[in-house]
């Protein structure tokens, strides 16, 4: 290749990936988690989806008919977005559509009430927005609903991050997500040209006991030959799912002039269609429960995902089902019904399988793949060992370029900055696994847990190993001690599991708790891997040390 | 080693320069590419597809004005296009 290329890819490589490391090492080691949202959930709540799903009967009728004690529900519109584990609804609940029977809100409460979409409080109107349990029949706000499967989730997007006071077109964890984002892509693609001529002799070489400046950067090229496809599709869908307002807000002005909502509903978004309100009471009796049985008998290699009721006890009332197939069925597509409570007509039936349109097959390709919910546990596995590999391509990234640069003929003033930036980017990243740990086995003692008992020993104790370990000033003593809390912390969290809730291996496999089983031994082998490492280390320290013994 | 410092561009002016043409040059061509193709296609099969081929491409424009030995004919090129692109949208 070009010489001149060839520094070229590498500066460029190199102040792309230094530049976003430490911010890409949380995104990559908070998404790999991510993939058992559901399960890590499901440990920490004690309550087995897995369990939950053959005995839980989702009761709508129960929920409106708790929600009328409190409230008049005449002509109100409701919400309820099927969680992915099926067994929970975020519900939201408008006020009333009857003009007359509407409260007087105020203008302040009704703006922010247009601002927030799904995940804020509510305004001062009597608009309803909260979380229910199937399973408990219990409905509970978003902070009190809030568990480490969602923080670990809304982490690897840096959503906490959004409280910073920065507004570009976006919250601003957000958009910072999708700088990152695109800036691993361009360093993926740099990188992808670096090694081009090399790739296939690359693909072979690992020459783990060396030299360390060798371990890493085989390591940096296999494993970063290994999981391109992979690491490339998440760029990119990561971009899309994150910050796509820096294409959808030009599309809009340009394409669209100006109307998001003509967009949305191109992209099959959102439904923007108005039901009238007729101010004619309802004459017939209905019941979701029902409804909802018949269509997924009908619909049966299917899931549920949005149940919605249009105009709540008028004659012109309106009941909107939305449906994804299973992935296994097929790929994309999204079943709707659109059914009028008055005659019980069908007004629109779309199957979830059939025919999806070239919007939905791009979107749902994206979705699928990001999400890896296509081929069960299996590929959530496999996708996790490649976001791990991920972190581990960050780091044996960050240690190049200290050891390319920890040379003589560099100033000192330069070397003595590099030695900082990488004892602080290796000290924040290492210190999330024993962090996490820490931070589900604290859950296990506290009886209620809330958004910010989560927040408060997560980022406390992340800060405080941080600092600990960047005061020590040794990335040696910093990969080991980390190594070693990882390995204890790792393996006390299925044994306390065990101790306090009586979640043995054991126990949870009789009780066909897989999920909560799934957690335990995902922590357990993360325990094993880190002891067999640390083993593996001192033995290579020893050998060292003999062979510079017989050296002399 | 780090890349050797002889290929790189050294003075930081031009450097800025080649990181704007990239960035925004690479933008606006990767922006008004696909709005002419929306005008050709069905709009939103252009929108979704952009998706994927959007921010590829912009990445790849954002290197090819670092690779560039001379970065205003990559500026030129960029703005050039980019009329282009928008000038067809126009008339179309």
Known sequence: MDNRKYNVYFHTHTISGIIICALLYVIFFAGSFSFFKEDISAWQKNTSYVEGRKKVTRDFDHLIDSLGRENNLKGRDFDFFIQRHDLGAYVTMTGSNDTTLKKKVKPKAMAEGKKRRGRGRGGDDDSKYFNYDFAQQKSGDYAEAYDMGEFLYRLHFLAQLNSVPIRLGTPFGYLLAGVVSFLFLFALITGLMLHWEKIFSNFFTFRPWAKWKTLWTDLHTALGVIGFPFQLIFAVTGIVLIANVFLIAPYTKYVYKGNSSALFQDLEYSDTTKYVYSYQPIETSFSVNDLMTKVEKKWEHSRISAVQIKNYGDANMHVILTAKPYADESFSGTGKMIYRVRDQKILKEVSPVKNSSYVDKVRSFIYHLHFGDFGGKPVRVIFFVLGIMGCLIIISGILIWLVARDKNNVPKKKRVFNFWTANIFMAACLSMLPVTAFTMISLLFISKPNQSDIYHLYFYSWLILSVYFIARRSLALINHQTLLLSSLLCFLLPLMDGIKRNNWFWTTFSQGRYDILFIDLLFLILSIISVLVLFKMKQHAKTKEIKVMAQE | ?92
């Open chain 2, 1 to 92: 080693m780090p890349a050797n410092k002889k290929h790189l561009t050294k003075s930081p002016w031009l450097r800025f320069v080649k990181i704007l043409t990239g960035t925004v040059g690479g933008y606006t061509v990767m922006f008004t590419f696909h709005l002419l193709l929306s005008k050709l296609f069905l709009p939103q099969n252009i929108v979704v597809t952009s998706f994927i081929t959007g921010y590829i491409l912009w990445a790849v424009l954002l290197l090819m004005s670092f690779l560039a030995k001379n970065v205003w004919k990559v500026l030129g090129m960029y703005v050039a296009l980019t009329v282009l692109f928008s000038g067809v949208c126009f008339i179309v």
